[in-house]
Nanobody
Framework: QVQLVESGGGSVQAGGSLRLSCVVS????????????ISWFRQAPGKEREAVAG????????VYGDSVKGRFTISQDNAKNTVYLQMNSLKPEDTAMYYC??????????????????WGQGTQVTVSS
């Protein structure tokens, strides 16, 4: 059974940095025969869930949402079964609950939240101006 546990959220001033972690159990990172996508999403009150960044566990190929390109970096540590989201140059509009989620290959957009089968509980990020 796949489980994801996020951590690393907190409060920071605009321009600051945070690193989120998503510890994954029940999957083997770097397995070329079992491709999985792990992505970070975020949701602010009253807004739709937004895809932030994604990574493939077999080859570490990455994708990013337009609003975070150049500021956020997603990476994985195969030995620790952990996916990280390094967030730099944070803005107040980055304030949201951040979730990691995983799915198998679907052929659909990586940003389609409904295609992800397992989600973590979320970690709150608050950026003040």
């Amino acid at each position: 059974q796949v489980q994801l546990v996020e951590s690393g959220g907190g409060s920071v001033q605009a321009g600051g940095s945070l690193r989120l972690s998503c510890v994954v159990s029940g999957l083997i990172f770097g397995d070329m025969y079992n491709k999985r996508r792990i992505s970070w999403f975020r949701q602010a009150p009253g807004k739709e869930r937004e895809a932030v960044a994604g990574i493939d566990t077999d080859d570490a190929d990455t994708v990013y949402g337009d609003s975070v390109k150049g500021r956020f970096t997603i990476s994985q540590d195969n030995a620790k079964n952990t996916v990280y989201l390094q967030m730099n140059s944070l803005k107040p509009e980055d304030t949201a609950m951040y979730y990691c989620a995983t799915r198998g290959p679907t052929g659909r957009s990586w940003a389609a939240a409904a295609t992800y089968t397992t989600w973590g509980q979320g970690t709150q990020v608050t950026v003040s101006s």
